[in-house]
């Protein structure tokens, strides 16, 4: 009779402390993973449902365009709408007006573009959101959006938690000065 013993290799290194990762963590982007969207709760708890509230306000109209202002001295915006743990924002964006190069402190977000086209220049270099698209961003991630074009546009931001922070940072991807070496 033949037996076989198998035991399990011993190891010296310790093992790595388990980190609870966020459902935008494990999915990367998840607009790109379309099974994950879904549809709008009364009050929204995790980033696909976030972006399901997203959806559902841009696809109402009569609530928020009769309360699009554009100003061309400043970004203008209006708070649209609260919930427990999240708040949602209507901006308006006359041709060059931009945020500058900022990060929304601890709080995540879903930015929908309702009408014209917006430019974010984000870590992996700019790009174009024409109307519908969407951009899911967690805690610390810095930006700038911007309309490069000649016409106005829309946009609708939902921040969770509430925006309480934005912090501003020095250097801006849309007019970058040349610094010499």
Known sequence: MNSTSVSAPATTAALAPL??????????????????????????ATVAEFVGLARSIAA????WEHLVRYDATA??????????????W??????????????HGASSGVLTVLD???????????LALGS???RVFAPGYAHEVVNDTLEGAV?????????TEMPMH???PAHREHVPA
Request: charged share 20%; glycine share 14%.
């Open 19 to 44: 980190a609870v990762e966020s459902d935008l963590q494990i999915a990367g982007d998840i607009l790109s993973v379309q099974h994950l969207l879904q549809p709008a709760r009364e009050h929204p």
């Open 60 to 63: 109402n109209r009569a609530e």
């Open 132 to 134: 519908g698209a969407q």
């Open 170 to 172: 020095g250097c801006s």
């Open 116 to 126: 014209g086209e917006l430019t974010e220049h984000g870590p992996r270099g700019p």
């Open 90 to 103: 209507l901006l308006s964006w006359v041709p060059g007006q931009g945020s500058g190069r900022h990060d």
């Open 155 to 163: 946009s609708l931001h939902v921040y969770f938690p509430g925006l």
């Open 75 to 88: 970004r203008w915006y209006h708070r649209l709408r609260t919930g427990p743990g999240y708040e949602v």
